[in-house]
């Protein structure tokens, strides 16, 4: 963790695999090999035996659970350079019957972009060298490869412009690809909503190796892929966005208290205050052990926030010396790395040695009501024992509010207070997590009466197979077991992502554990 008084708790992690049980080269590896070497050059293509196979396998872990013996691995990794490997990789792999599997980051909280929960054979198409930005500063949009990570994003549009920016997640070593396939919000979801609400267009490979935009792929597609979660019914190679203006200068602000300190009142009064506050002022809440951390990013100066905490939170005690003021871009490391972070600490890709040593588990949940500060009272007893977790609260209101259920898949819009992560972490070298990982379930079972509820909502981009796994029947998944946890993630907007499928890719050659089943199959 950073050693900063801004930095967020916990860094959100996300995650990898790794081994499989075989060794031996299966005749649809051999078939898929073979298709591959007429299209991309070798240098691109990775079987277990090349010496490089492990170490970019690697690259990618967010969890070391998934990094272990019994992990099920890919018999090939194939990272494409341009849009061609893409559609090559997807034609081989229907061709030979290998199916495929797709990576930007890294940041899977079920590692099922390049593992696989159950034996299989499948490659992997790692996008990590599809990373291009390029920004339109006069035209205030900007064409992003899915391989890109965010910190790359906010980067080149810092360069091209200080009164520019992009609302997504915190981490910058998210992946463009999975980020914004499952929706994607951060610190400027208040004043310009979720990044899908802000994509304008996309290059799309689909099961027939077409290589689709906006237009050709179908607005029932394009809607799709704007939230309805990654490797559904493509490959989405780049995405076309539609930057945002932001002040010259940003205040952020860190105020933690204690238990001692009333954080039980605070939390319960920020409920009802966060998400009626006005769109440019963002604050969130980590809550771990027994402090409460209330995180800001306020689109403006010190002085005009000021007076706001002042009047509509002084149950916060905020003062003038909590402010930090900067521009956007600087604000970006800061809030997450600590404020020893530079701009240049952005395009840093690589994992940290505390990433590689530390298992978690996540999971979340949309708040409607205020929870009763006997409940607080309770959660923060809870949050004092051993093994505990964290959680962290994120509020809404503002634009996130202002978009129907249905303009996109991501449902949990108008009357939702609040959005939690739950997360509790164990080190690897001493702990299989068992304990961890149970009081992260016993906890979402007592937070239960609490959040929302017919469907119990939950956030795709906090993947979780508590939630509920496909049932592949006939070679496709199943669309009414699939209706088990993709309405927690999509509501009412489930049927239209499976009727989308069904249009795209209705083989449902694209399919995971948790990918959007074909409508056709819902019999």
């Not at 010396?321 to 840093?348: A, F, H, K």
Request: with cysteine; net charge positive; aromatic share 12%.
């Amino acid at each position: 963790m950073a050693n900063t008084s801004f930095a967020p708790a916990v860094l959100i992690f996300a995650f990898f695999f790794f081994c499989y049980a075989s060794t031996t080269v299966s005749s649809q590896q051999d078939a898929f090999l073979k298709c591959l070497s007429t299209s991309i050059p070798s240098q691109l293509v990775f079987t277990p035996s090349s010496p490089s196979f492990t170490p970019l396998l690697k690259f990618s872990i967010r969890n070391p659970k998934f990094f272990s013996p019994s992990t099920v691995r890919p018999v090939v990794i194939v990272t494409p350079t341009n849009a061609s490997h893409v559609q090559a990789t997807v034609l081989c792999g229907r061709q030979s019957g290998l199916r495929i599997r797709v990576r930007s980051g890294g940041h899977d909280y079920e590692g099922l972009s390049y593992r696989a929960a159950n034996p299989e054979q499948f490659a992997v198409l790692d996008m990590s060298l599809l990373r291009a930005v390029r920004v339109d500063a006069q035209a205030g949009t900007a064409w992003v490869d899915s391989g890109a990570q965010l910190g790359e994003l906010y980067y080149a549009i810092g360069k091209a412009s200080n009164v520019l920016g992009f609302p997504a997640g915190l981490c910058p070593t998210v992946g463009v690809g999975g980020h914004f396939s499952g929706g994607g919000f951060g610190m400027l979801l208040r004043k310009y909503g979720m990044a899908i609400d802000n994509v304008i267009d996309a290059v799309l490979v689909d099961a027939k190796g077409r290589l689709l935009n906006k237009n050709t792929m179908g607005s029932d597609v394009f809607w799709a892929i704007r939230g309805g979660g990654g490797e559904s019914f493509g490959v989405v190679v780049s995405w076309q966005v539609k930057l945002v203006p932001v002040p010259p200068k940003v205040t952020v602000f860190n105020v933690p208290v204690t238990a001692s300190q009333g954080a039980v009142d605070v939390v319960t009064r920020w409920q009802q205050v966060a998400p009626s506050l006005p769109d440019d002022l963002f604050i969130r809440v980590v809550v771990q052990q027994q402090t409460a951390n209330f995180q800001s990013l306020f689109l403006g100066t010190c002085d005009a926030l000021v007076p706001v905490m002042s009047s509509r939170f002084p149950e916060l005690r905020f003062s003038r010396s909590d402010c930090r003021e900067m521009t956007w871009i600087q604000s970006v490391p800061y809030i997450y790395l600590g404020s020893g972070s530079t701009v240049e600490d952005l395009l840093n890709r690589s994992n940290t040695a505390s990433v590689l040593s530390t298992g978690n588990k996540a999971t979340s949940d949309y708040v409607r009501q205020a929870i009763p500060r006997a409940t607080w009272a309770s959660i923060f007893s809870q949050l004092a024992q051993p093994n505990a977790g964290l959680m962290i609260l994120d509020p809404y209101g503002g634009q996130i509010a202002t978009v129907p259920e249905s303009a996109t898949p991501y449902p949990h819009r108008a009357g939702v207070l609040y959005n939690i992560q739950y997360m509790n972490f164990w080190p690897v070298a001493t702990s299989d997590g068992s304990v961890q990982t149970k009081w992260i379930r016993d906890f979402y079972a007592f937070m239960a009466p609490h959040v929302s509820a017919n469907p119990r909502e939950a956030y795709f981009n906090y993947r979780d197979l508590d939630l509920g796994v496909n049932v592949v029947v006939g070679n496709v998944s199943s669309y009414q077991a699939g209706m088990v946890w993709g309405q927690k993630y999509f509501k009412g907007n489930y049927q239209r992502l499976a009727m989308a499928k069904s249009q795209i890719d209705p083989d449902d050659y694209f399919r995971n554990e948790q990918s959007v089943p074909p409508f056709a199959n819902s019999k």
